[in-house]
T-cell receptor, first 114, second 112 residues
Framework: EAGVTQSPTHLIKTRGQQATLRCSPI?????VYWYQQALGLGLQFLLWYDEGEERNRGNFPPRFSGRQFPNYSSELNVNALELEDSALYLC?????????????FGNGTRLTVT | GENVEQHPSTLSVQEGDSAVIKCTYS??????FPWYKQELGKRPQLIIDIRSNVGEKKDQRIAVTLNKTAKHFSLHITETQPEDSAVYFCAATPPYGQNFVFGPGTRLSVLP
């Protein structure tokens, strides 16, 4: 079975620009989670989507947004990029609400803001 | 909401010794507790998980224990090897899959 795939692998942007990150979950998974991991630090929860709806969001400003498509893939958008947005953005998928199944992570998108 | 604390933040052990990482959670409704290992430059990977109806689970050199009354759970690694060196994250999640809340991580170094 194919794992969670993320694209692009690396993304370099300048301050003030917008970034779009993409994620395809494991087949059959309906929940997609986004996490930010700054260098050497922990997993900061950004957004959770399930069945096309945003179920929860972490303590991040509104310029971090996203959506989930009918095929359960997801997109994370970061507007008005700031230097401190430089981080590894990890997407994870699970079987969905009520399942209590583990998260499966993708390899991440390394975003660098200059 | 759920809050997960994890200790220690760093841990160094000699090869062959045991390592223990402890996590506490705040939401008594949480009922699923996975542990993830993240090697340098790689994605976090599930190594073991436990549900609240079980007190202990083992998988070869790895075990997890859960104390629901005290709201804490621990990862035990026996006979540590250099390839166990990584950052370990615990997590807790309440029923119906609200967002997974991760602990801050423990950097384990196994010294040869």
């Amino acid at each position: 079975e194919a794992g969670v795939t993320q694209s692009p692998t690396h993304l370099i942007k300048t301050r003030g620009q917008q970034a779009t990150l993409r994620c395809s979950p494991i087949s059959g998974h309906t929940s997609v989670y986004w996490y930010q991991q700054a260098l050497g630090l922990g997993l900061q929860f950004l957004l959770w989507y399930d069945e096309g709806e945003e179920r929860n969001r972490g303590n991040f400003p509104p310029r971090f947004s996203g959506r989930q498509f009918p095929n359960y893939s997801s997109e994370l958008n970061v507007n008005a990029l700031e230097l401190e947005d430089s981080a590894l953005y990890l997407c994870a998928s699970s079987r969905g609400r009520g399942e209590n199944s583990p998260l499966h992570f993708g390899n991440g998108t390394r975003l660098t803001v200059t | 909401g759920e809050n997960v604390e994890q200790h220690p933040s760093t841990l160094s052990v000699q090869e062959g010794d045991s390592a223990v990482i402890k996590c506490t959670y705040s939401d008594s409704a949480s009922n699923y507790f996975p542990w993830y290992k993240q090697e340098l430059g790689k994605r976090p990977q599930l190594i073991i998980d436990i549900r609240s109806n079980v007190g202990e689970k083992k998988d070869q050199r790895i075990a997890v224990t859960l104390n629901k009354t005290a709201k804490h759970f621990s990862l035990h690694i026996t006979e540590t090897q250099p390839e166990d060196s990584a950052v370990y994250f615990c997590a807790a999640t309440p029923p119906y899959g609200q967002n997974f809340v991760f602990g801050p991580g423990t950097r384990l170094s196994v010294l040869p």
